[in-house]
């Protein structure tokens, strides 16, 4: 009996070989696509709302010659009336203002207030047919998550560059010597005239303002969170300044372990570490420690150090009050006298 072997086409064999290849590159181009689409979005979405703005003050020189000094950095517009948020060092100490829209129109802007302490300031200009953009929430913001930055880095109108949040929670010395809590990290780069633009999370919605970066540093850009720019935004427009107390900690937001939240009843999942405490401060005073984690100011609930700047206001310098502090398995409560702050 003759046996018979059985060989298949060499097409046939070749095509599992084929497949795999095949459908990783349909994978890899709709996941492109889909990050390509997320970052169009966004981009088209808050254009309209950021500005260039050009700033210049008169100097003298060093043979007492009259000189202009000019500078420049971004902004967003976050009022249909004009408002329009930017770093205080853009703005700060200048005597000329102007902005320049997306679509092409310019007009002079004045300064409603200044916030060196939070690198943030307030302009506003008088024009018709703004658009605001939408503000997101910055206490909501992952590790990971999509970062899209807009400005005008070196006068390069509505440069678009993303990345991701890189960490949160961190602490970044202002212009006038004070330390930002919170401020946002990001890969999304930033460049000289980025200063004051939106960072924007995917939906389209601003989550900070882009500050600074490191210089020499690779991928290390800071944002502060649009949190602490609601609150600072809100006091300037309605005082022009901002007066507050202080307790003198060092402080980051720390989650907080669910056992923790559900053994002492807390309103929140996060609080505020102690990470320093400034020598013969009133936090000091009142038997503050590293390490210490606040979660309540006079009852409130303290979830983050945005919580407690805006607890921290100009009401409570010189009044005693009460901070609910978690220190290892303890919860204690600490009387405080909160001082104002000398800027």
């Known amino acids: 009996m003759t046996s018979q072997s059985i060989f298949l086409p060499l097409a046939d064999r070749s095509e599992p070989l084929v497949q795999p290849s095949t459908a990783s590159n349909f994978n890899d181009a709709a996941l492109l696509d889909a990050y390509s689409r997320a970052v169009v979005t966004a981009a088209e979405k808050i254009s309209p709302s950021v500005v260039k703005i050009e700033v210049s003050k008169p100097t003298r020189g060093r043979n007492g010659e009259r000189r202009e000094r000019q500078g420049g950095g971004s902004g967003f517009i976050f009022t249909p009336d004009g408002l329009i948020l930017t770093n205080s060092h853009v703005v700060n100490g200048m005597t000329r203002i102007a902005v320049s829209l997306a679509d092409g129109r310019h007009f002079p802007a004045q300064i409603i207030g200044d916030d060196p302490a939070t690198d943030l300031a307030v302009?506003?200009?008088?024009?018709?047919?703004?658009?605001?953009?939408?503000?997101?929430?910055?206490?909501?913001?992952?590790?990971?998550?999509?970062?899209?930055?807009?400005?005008?880095?070196?006068?390069?109108?509505y440069t678009v560059t993303a990345g991701v949040v890189s960490a949160l929670g961190r602490s970044l010395r202002s212009y006038s010597g004070r330390l930002i809590d919170d401020v946002i990290q990001t890969d999304a780069s930033l460049n000289p005239g980025n200063s004051g633009g939106p960072l924007v999370t995917s939906d389209g919605h601003v989550v900070g303002v882009n500050t600074a970066t490191i210089m020499g540093a690779q991928g290390l850009c800071f944002a502060i969170g649009i949190n602490t720019a609601k609150f600072v935004a809100g006091r300037l427009l309605h005082d022009g300044r901002i007066r507050r107390s202080y307790i003198g900690v060092e402080a980051q937001t720390t989650p907080l372990h669910r056992r923790v939240v559900r053994f002492y009843d807390l309103a929140q999942e996060s609080g505020v570490v102690v990470v320093a405490v400034t020598d013969g401060s009133p936090a000091e005073r009142a038997g503050l420690r590293e390490g210490d984690v606040i979660v309540a100011l006079d009852g409130k609930p303290v979830a983050g150090v945005d919580d407690l700047h805006r607890l921290l206001t100009d009401a409570r310098v010189g009044v005693s009050s009460t901070l609910t502090v978690l220190r290892r398995t303890e919860k204690?409560?600490?009387?405080?006298?909160?001082?104002?702050?000398?800027e």
């Open 332 to 342: 204690l409560e600490l009387r405080v006298v909160p001082e104002e702050v000398q």
């Open 123 to 157: 302009i506003r200009v008088d024009a018709p047919n703004l658009v605001a953009a939408p503000l997101g929430d910055s206490q909501r913001l992952r590790v990971g998550q999509l970062a899209i930055a807009i400005g005008n880095p070196y006068g390069f109108q």
